[in-house]
């Protein structure tokens, strides 16, 4: 409970632009009851209607003399809006993250805005089973690959949402339109459409669960009856039944009259996941992600707020539907990084899922094949509830992984980026007729591009960075878009010997069609998905044997089951250890198994590779063992060493400024500040110092991080440095705040 003498209010936050707070007087019989979000009577405009609003700060510092405030009337009880809760969760995320109230309600408030009715479009076949079968193989005989997806869709379901198809299966409407004239689809309409994705499947029930998903279901279902609202990690390996444990759960929830969020990375969020939610609760579910308008958006809010929905899906933004009966947040892939936002509040879901299961109480349950490092201490400590789950229940073991130390390729007079070994076994999944996938933790088709000569890099001009190579003499900055051709000659020496290092993922493509002739490969990094939907349908294509290899970066490494993928190459494996950053043995761990998890998904029994410099490494060692609880143990050490993050707490602030000597003055002082608290407790501090990108579209950047045990430390210094900043009234340079980070700076 804060004291002050006034509060800044958001009057009615569905419908004024949420960033006019106007201040009102507490008076005395209220002061001291106050709290952020909660809900008040106001007198609002010129005829001071008493109007409904929210408490968005608590503060001592007068907007207005005080004889011309006005004052709060009254605190609201009864009938409480569920947008006091979403005020109140951004106050944690601004106390918690570092951000101004502001940016905090922008995040967790769905914006309203005008959005026109839409309709409702279906697909729906008109001809039998055999017949739709024969129509396919013809167009797939033809090459034609869009009609094929569809009708490959419709031999499992009769009727299709036109969203899907158009959308995840990327059919242009001519072909829908040749398909409609041959007479075996129809293309239906009917008038309103809200549901962004629906399906008219019909519903299946749930199948039995094995004995090991049981005990999950009834663990938790036991403790929410119980009134116990727990934190749960499921560890299964991947087809272990996570997602059908969810969808037991959620039927729990439901059934109770509760409602669940289902957090999935966006990249896993496909086709076949969603038809599995939709075939269980149909109309009752609802998806959210980045390809909705804002209007959509609103409107999945509206509808949740409602009662419509009971199941909303989506990436990390999901968390914010206002559900006003939450029962249960799941979020899978819990180890994702996805699931921390990249801007200001740094938020992480995980512990703002938390934080909103205990204001809702609501129960979190957590899945992943390899947890971070973060859930599974707090389930090793007890603060988690951890159940496992290591057996695929479609039968089938998980692929034999193997090491090839491309040292001794080198040695062995092999320079080329695939080993003989794997060179081998793409040769024999070709005759088989099988496919493969080459994972590369890197896009583009090469790193820098760098002077034989004289050793000059070719740098971006804005940024701090070397650019990157692509292909037809192009050369770009991945920072900030800057492009430019490769010079003739070095800018330097004017020698003309320049050359792009390092494969990429362009590369390995041409080799392959060099090494293999008339082989077929699709390839996915950045940029083959930059327009909307171009990942699902290269997945689909690939899954309909559209082509041999799918080259890629780590995009590849989930989303659909590949049931004839036999083959699955890491290329060079240790590239993501390269990163200087605490976690990045934790990421290459990941990224591997997941990857190798990738090969022998159907009745062929599969295979993986792992290429790498660094064989002795024990991310790539316990990755090819799949041992998670062996590389746990290792990580975990280092981390308690070094005092990183889940062992300790970590803070970095950046400073960012047009002027080199302006944002360094800045990071110095701010760093004596933070240095001068130090003895207020124990944490550390280190720097500043110019960030690993010092530059970015001409912004210098630097970094002091702070390190701590106990997070509280951190938010405290983190309020000191906000408060210089404010004091200051900075308006070139900006400060922002990352906990616990992932990236490096
Ligand atoms: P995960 O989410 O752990 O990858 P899924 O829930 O997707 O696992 O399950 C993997 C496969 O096993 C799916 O094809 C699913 O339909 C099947 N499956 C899951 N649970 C059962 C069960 N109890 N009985 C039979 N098959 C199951
Ligand atoms: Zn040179
Ligand atoms: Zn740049």
């Known amino acids: 409970m804060k004291q002050g003498r006034y509060a800044n209010i958001i009057i009615d936050i569905s419908h004024e632009k949420v960033d006019r707070p106007f201040q009102y007087k507490i008076p005395e019989a209220l002061r001291g009851r106050l709290e952020v979000g909660m809900c008040v009577q106001a007198p609002f405009g010129a005829g001071n209607h008493l109007r409904q609003g929210y408490v968005v700060e608590i503060t001592d510092r007068a907007q207005f003399p005080d004889e011309k405030q006005k004052q709060v009337r009254a605190i609201v009880t009864e009938n409480v809006p569920v947008e006091a809760d979403a005020v109140r969760l951004a106050a944690w995320m601004k106390e918690t993250y570092g951000s101004t109230m502001i940016a905090a309600l922008k995040t967790v408030l769905p914006i309203k805005q005008a959005m026109k009715p839409r309709e409702k479009k279906k697909i729906t076949r008109l001809v039998s089973l055999e017949e739709t079968r024969f129509a396919y193989e013809e167009c797939k005989r033809k090459g034609q690959g869009a009609?094929?997806?569809?009708?490959?869709?419709?031999?499992?379901?009769?009727?299709?949402?036109?969203?899907?198809?158009?959308?995840?299966?990327?059919?242009?409407?001519?072909?829908?339109?040749?398909?409609?004239?041959?007479?075996?689809?129809?293309?239906?309409?009917?008038?309103?459409?809200?549901?962004?994705?629906?399906?008219?499947?019909?519903?299946?029930?749930?199948?039995?669960?094995?004995?090991?998903?049981?005990?999950?279901?009834?663990?938790?279902?036991?403790?929410?009856?119980?009134?116990?609202?727990?934190?749960?990690?499921?560890?299964?390996?991947?087809?272990?039944?996570?997602?059908?444990?969810?969808?037991?759960?959620?039927?729990?929830?439901?059934?109770?009259?509760?409602?669940?969020?289902?957090?999935?990375?966006?990249?896993?969020?496909?086709?076949?996941?969603?038809?599995?939610?939709?075939?269980?609760?149909?109309?009752?579910?609802?998806?959210?992600?980045?390809?909705?308008?804002?209007?959509?958006?609103?409107?999945?809010?509206?509808?949740?707020?409602?009662?419509?929905?009971?199941?909303?899906?989506?990436?990390?933004?999901?968390?914010?539907?206002?559900?006003?009966?939450?029962?249960?947040?799941?979020?899978?892939?819990?180890?994702?990084?996805?699931?921390?936002?990249?801007?200001?509040?740094?938020?992480?879901?995980?512990?703002t899922a938390r934080y909103l299961a205990d204001l809702k109480n609501a129960c979190l349950v957590l899945g992943s094949a390899t947890p971070s490092m973060e859930a599974y201490y707090r389930a090793k400590k007890g603060i988690y509830q951890l159940f496992t789950l290591d057996r695929r229940l479609t039968g089938g073991s998980l692929a034999p992984v193997s090491i090839v130390d491309l040292r001794a390729e080198l040695k062995a007079g092999n320079r080329s980026i695939f080993s003989r070994k794997l060179q081998g076994l793409i040769e024999d999944r070709l005759n088989k007729k099988e496919q493969a996938m080459l994972f590369l933790n890197r896009r583009g088709y090469a790193g820098f591009v760098s002077c034989r000569s004289c050793g000059y890099v070719m740098k971006c001009p804005h940024c701090d960075v070397s650019l990157s190579q692509h292909l037809g003499g192009r050369m770009a900055c991945h920072y900030c878009g800057h492009e430019t051709r490769q010079p003739e000659k070095c800018p330097s020496c004017g020698s003309p010997y320049l050359l792009g290092f390092k494969a990429g993922t362009q590369q390995i493509e041409q080799q392959l069609y060099k090494r293999f002739p008339g082989i077929r490969v699709l390839r996915m990094d950045g940029d083959t998905t930059r327009t909307k939907d171009s990942y699902e349908k290269i997945l689909t294509a690939f899954a309909q044997g559209e082509a041999d290899v799918l080259v890629g970066t780590q995009m590849i490494v989930k989303g659909h089951d590949f049931p004839n993928v036999t083959l699955v190459g890491a290329l060079a494996a240790d590239l993501s250890l390269n990163d200087s950053n605490y976690r990045s043995?934790?990421?290459?761990?990941?990224?591997?198994?997941?990857?190798?998890?990738?090969?022998?998904?159907?009745?062929?029994?599969?295979?993986?590779?792992?290429?790498?410099?660094?064989?002795?490494?024990?991310?790539?060692?316990?990755?090819?063992?799949?041992?998670?609880?062996?590389?746990?143990?290792?990580?975990?050490?280092?981390?308690?060493?070094?005092?990183?993050?889940?062992?300790?707490?970590m803070m970095a602030v950046m400073i960012a400024s047009p002027e080199e000597k302006g944002g360094e003055g800045l990071a110095e002082k701010i760093g004596a500040l933070a240095r001068n608290l130090e003895g207020a407790g124990s944490f550390t501090v280190i720097g500043p110092a110019r960030a690993s990108i010092g530059k970015i579209n001409d912004i210098y950047r630097f970094v002091i991080y702070c390190k701590a045990f106990h997070y509280r430390q951190l938010t405290m210094i983190k309020d000191t440095i906000e408060q210089y900043a404010q004091s200051l009234s900075l308006k070139e340079e900006s400060v922002q705040f990352d906990f616990d980070p992932i990236d490096s700076y």
Request: glycine fraction near 10%.
């Open 147 to 351: 009609k094929a997806r569809v009708l490959g869709e419709l031999l499992k379901e009769p009727v299709l949402p036109y969203e899907l198809v158009a959308g995840k299966l990327n059919v242009s409407p001519a072909s829908l339109k040749s398909l409609e004239g041959q007479g075996i689809i129809a293309i239906e309409r009917e008038s309103f459409y809200r549901n962004p994705v629906k399906l008219d499947a019909p519903l299946e029930a749930g199948r039995s669960l094995s004995p090991e998903q049981k005990a999950v279901c009834d663990g938790i279902l036991s403790d929410f009856h119980k009134g116990e609202r727990k934190t749960y990690l499921i560890r299964g390996i991947t087809g272990s039944g996570k997602t059908e444990v969810y969808l037991s759960l959620i039927g729990g929830m439901i059934e109770r009259g509760k409602q669940c969020i289902v957090l999935i990375p966006e990249i896993a969020l496909t086709y076949q996941t969603l038809l599995r939610f939709y075939k269980r609760f149909g109309d009752r579910v609802s998806v959210i992600n980045s390809s909705l308008s804002a209007g959509e958006r609103f409107d999945q809010c509206e509808r949740a707020k409602r009662g419509e929905i009971d199941v909303i899906i989506g990436p990390r933004s999901a968390l914010f539907v206002p559900f006003p009966n939450l029962g249960m947040i799941v979020i899978d892939e819990e180890h994702e990084p996805s699931y921390k936002s990249e801007s200001m509040p740094r938020y992480h879901a995980r512990e």
């Open 585 to 649: 043995g934790e990421r290459t761990f990941q990224l591997l198994v997941q990857a190798s998890g990738r090969a022998g998904r159907g009745r062929k029994p599969g295979e993986a590779l792992i290429q790498t410099y660094r064989p002795d490494h024990y991310s790539i060692v316990r990755a090819a063992e799949q041992n998670y609880e062996a590389f746990y143990e290792e990580e975990i050490l280092y981390r308690e060493l070094g005092a990183y993050p889940p062992a300790g707490h």
